[in-house]
């Protein structure tokens, strides 16, 4: 069992609209709501859940939502997030946050069950945040909703982020009623995808969310101080890492460019790595709950359970095994398929760094430079100097970048003892124009791709790390002696873009976050810092920066 450290929840129930357990059964036009029902769970001690069923006698499949967020509270994300998209008629009263629409769903032949998980709301246990005894607790529910008098034994998972990340944990239990997931972006390895991008702790929304999990009668999981004691990947963040090979059930994954420092990563690497035999997955470049609630996605979700839960229609079989969007500015793009992700035939091209000339962007071309060249900037952004280094490359025919990216720069720095590396993709159009695209599920001016890295933590872990997709070890710190050229392979986190002829590929590299929005507007920060004065960035000859670019052919 994990070495856990517990607190005093950040909130009580009652602060946040909650009540105490009153079983109760409500009537709706055609729904009964069962309410506050105990579910006992190891160690046998009750949850409480609430059931959207027909009222009928006709089985029907189960659709749990497991959730920290309070299954008694709507939460309309539309009222919560303004900008995230979501339309008002999208959703009805009855839809709590990031789970599926019981007034969708009830009608085709579905129970929503959604969940208090246990230590959360009024659930007994101390609450622990996708562990290994959470996921066991989850898989309980599974089996008693599988065995119900009103259900027909199998059961599905959906929901969004913390919603889809139990999912992984669960299905490697393969409890025996679970039939079939749609995990719909969430992380998976919350170390690497959540709070250390690349070695660099971040520092916005991972505190964050800590108190929007944490309204309990009893004890949470003190994250704050697990995340202080542990800065290393070790046997605590892996007890946070689900076991994706051992995931065998059918799954409909959907993934985004759009969610970068959360959920992009965590999805597409979910999609790449489970075992299972019918997987399907959509990626999409939009915001992700408004994707998740759009119609059109509502009834692919629908084909998908109805097929595996319910043995009718046609199902997702002649689906492509991977939908991917190539984005061409905000919120149009156009849909391209593959049968396998990474698509198996993407050409990796080498786009070599070269330092500016008269202007004051450097280039990115196909050759390498021969002479050795620097960049300066000022990697704390104070207005001294340049505060970053751009490099772009003009597209002469039309091309679509469609997958993984890495960014290999050679740094110094003259006067600290360790760097944090900030890099980011932005497409701009023929006239020089920065192309926004969605961004952390609620901005419209985000760019194409972005990357992290601490030079101490540049240690890769070779059994894990591919050609498109280098994997840090996060096992120790190495140090960096001031003016020490170090070799940096950044993971710039996948995309989809489509250019046009005349269009360009831009790479900004600096010290700090590249998209800076006003607090107390929630994404991916990192203001704790170890950088200190100008960065050097190495050029040409015995330095060879460099990005390589995923180019997905005969898309002219």
Do not use: C
């Not at 189960?62 to 900008?83: D, E, M, Q, T």
């Not at 003190?222 to 946070?240: I, N, V």
């Not at 751009?390 to 740094?411: C, K, N, Q, R």
């Amino acid at each position: 069992m994990t070495d856990y450290i517990f607190r005093a929840p950040y909130n009580t129930p009652e602060s946040r609209a909650g009540r105490p357990p009153r079983p109760r059964t409500e009537k709706l036009p055609g729904m009964l709501v069962e309410r506050d029902v105990a579910v006992m769970v190891a160690p046998g001690e009750p949850m409480y859940v609430d059931v959207y069923r027909p009222d009928s006698r006709v089985p029907v499949a189960p659709l749990i939502a497991w959730s920290p967020y309070g299954k008694h509270n709507p939460a309309p994300i539309g009222i919560l997030y303004p900008r995230s998209g979501v339309k008002p008629e999208h959703t009805s009263p009855l839809t709590t946050f990031e789970a599926p629409d019981p007034q969708y769903w009830v009608p085709r032949g579905y129970a929503i069950v959604t969940a208090d998980i246990p230590g959360t709301w009024y659930s007994s246990g101390r609450a622990t945040y996708l562990s290994p005894e959470e996921a066991r607790a989850f898989a309980e529910l599974i089996e008693w909703a599988g065995a119900q008098p009103w259900s027909n034994g199998r059961v599905g998972l959906s929901g969004v982020s913390y919603l889809t990340s139990s999912q992984w944990r669960v299905a490697e239990l393969s409890p025996p009623h679970l039939a079939a997931i749609n995990p719909w972006e969430g992380w998976n390895d919350t170390y690497r995808e959540v709070v250390r991008h690349g070695g660099i702790p971040e520092t916005s929304f991972w505190p964050y969310i800590w108190q929007r999990w944490g309204a309990s009668v009893t004890e949470v999981e003190d994250l704050a101080a697990e995340t202080a004691a542990h800065p290393f990947y070790d046997d605590f963040w892996r007890s946070k890492s689900a076991d994706l090979e051992k995931i065998t059930v059918p799954a409909f994954v959907v993934a985004s460019w759009s969610d970068h420092g959360l959920h992009s990563r965590g999805t597409l690497e979910g999609f790449r790595r489970i075992s299972s035999e019918h997987k399907w997955l959509d990626v999409h470049g939009r915001k992700k709950w408004a994707y998740y609630y759009d119609p059109e996605s509502v009834e692919r979700q629908r084909v998908f359970f109805d097929y595996f839960l319910h043995d009718r229609g046609p199902g997702p079989v002649a689906w492509p095994a991977v939908r991917m969007e190539a984005r061409e500015s905000y919120n149009r793009g156009r849909h391209r398929t593959a049968s396998r992700w990474p698509p198996a035939e993407t050409e990796y091209r080498t786009l070599h760094l070269h330092p500016p000339g008269a202007g004051a962007r450097g280039m990115l071309a196909p050759g390498p430079g021969t002479t050795e060249g620097q960049i300066s900037y000022d990697s704390l952004g104070s207005g001294l100097a340049p505060r970053r280094a751009e490099f772009s490359i003009t597209f002469d025919d039309p091309v679509e970048l469609i997958g993984h990216m890495v960014a290999t720069l050679y740094l110094s720095s003259p006067e600290a003892e360790d760097l944090d590396v900030f890099v980011a993709l932005f497409k701009l159009d023929a006239a020089g124009a920065h192309v926004g695209f969605p961004y952390y599920a609620q901005f419209e001016d985000g760019p194409m791709a972005v990357g992290w890295q601490r030079a101490s933590h540049r240690e890769p872990d070779p059994q894990r790390s591919t050609p498109f997709l280098p994997v840090l070890a996060h096992q120790r710190a190495l140090p960096v002696s001031p003016g020490e050229v170090v070799r940096l392979d950044i993971e710039v986190l996948p995309s989809g873009t489509r250019f046009e002829a005349g269009e360009r590929l831009l790479l900004v590299v600096q010290g700090s976050d590249v998209n800076r929005y006003p607090k107390p507007a929630v994404y991916a920060r990192h203001e704790d810092t170890v950088n200190n004065g100008p960065h050097i960035l190495h050029t040409g000859g015995r330095f060879a920066s460099r990005l390589v670019v995923p180019v997905f052919p005969g898309k002219g």
